[in-house]
C-alpha cells in the first residue's frame, strides 16, 4: 500500500493524491469534522535534525486545504503534519523516514497496543484518532518532565518498555488554548534522553512551534 501511496504522489497533484486513498482523505475529512485537529498544536515541517521540509509545500498546502485547517508554510497543524503528512513524505532523517513510527511495529508495541495499530488502512478508525487516543494517554498517565516555557509548560511523557523501545509523547499547556499535542515517537533509551533534556535549558523540541 505504501508503494502506491508514493507512486501516486510522484504521478499526481498533491490534492489529487488525497482523494485516491479512501484511508487518507476521507479520514482527514473525519478527522477535520469531529475536532480532532483541534487538540493538537503546531509544529514545523523543517524538521531540526534534517535542516529542511521532510514534506513538498504543495502536498502541505494541500493536505492543510483537505483539513480546513489555516497555515502559513513550513507551520501548520502538529496532528495533520506528523501523520498524515509523515505518511507522504520520503525524505531520509537520522532515525530513518518518518513514516516509520506508524507502519513499523515499535511504537504501537511500545504503547501496548497490537503492532498494526497505527498502520492507516487497517481498522476503521482513522490514524489521528488512534494516535489522539495514544498520545492524550501517555501525557495522562506517564509524564516524566514538565519544562516552564514561557507562559507555557512543555510536557514530556515516556513509557518506559526496556529493553524494548519506548513511547514518547510530547504537548505543549497553556492557559489558553490549553494542553495540545504536538508528537509521538519510540524512543530507543529513555534515560539518556531525559539526561539530555536535564543537561540543557529548557526549548521547544521535536520540531514544536508556538
Known sequence: MIDRLDAAAAAHDAADVLSMFDWLGPAIDADARDGRFARWGRSTAVDENVGAPVLSRSMFEALHVRA???SAWPVGNAGLLHTYGYLLSTTPTPYGLKRDRWLGGELALACGLAPDAFVPWAGDRTLLDRVTRAAEALIVGVPVRRQPLGDLDAIIAIADRQPRPSALAYALDAPEPGRRLITMFPVADPAA???????????????AEV
Open 68 to 70: 480546513g485547517l489555516d
Open 193 to 207: 534522553l531525559l539526561a539530555e533534556l536535564d543537561a540543557s535549558p529548557p526549548r521547544l523540541r521535536w520540531n
